[in-house]
């Protein structure tokens, strides 16, 4: 079993910025996939952001809304994922979620709430 936790939401005005973080409890492994998703009050879950660990060379994705604007990285000796997320928009509010994707198995966060209101 691997445990995550979200932190680094909150509340922030359009046009600002903030870093979700992401801390597993044991270590990111050689091809596991963490993401970072997202849910709005009446959607579905949605998939923002996903790095794969290649060992020497991560392998990151966007979704078409987050291009641009958000950045996927991963600390591994930390066992940490953050995303750096600027020029937010109120659309982007919502609970976001860390994933980590490892074989056959997919590991959840308890959610972070964002917040993007004037």
């Known amino acids: 079993q691997v445990q995550l936790v979200e932190s680094g939401g909150g509340l922030v005005q359009p046009g600002g910025s903030l870093r979700l973080s992401c801390a597993a409890s044991r270590s990111i492994l050689y091809k596991d996939v963490m993401g970072w998703f997202r849910q709005a009050p009446g959607k579905q879950r949605e998939l923002v952001a996903q790095i794969k660990n290649g060992g020497s060379v991560n392998y990151a994705d966007y979704a078409d809304s987050a291009k641009g604007r958000f950045t996927i990285s991963g600390d591994y000796a930390k066992n940490t994922v953050y995303l750096q997320m600027n020029s937010l928009k109120p659309e982007d509010t919502a609970v976001y979620y860390c994933?980590?994707?490892?074989?056959?198995?997919?590991?959840w966060g308890q959610g972070t709430q964002v917040t993007v209101s004037s």
């Open positions: 994933n980590l994707r490892r074989g056959q198995d997919d590991y």
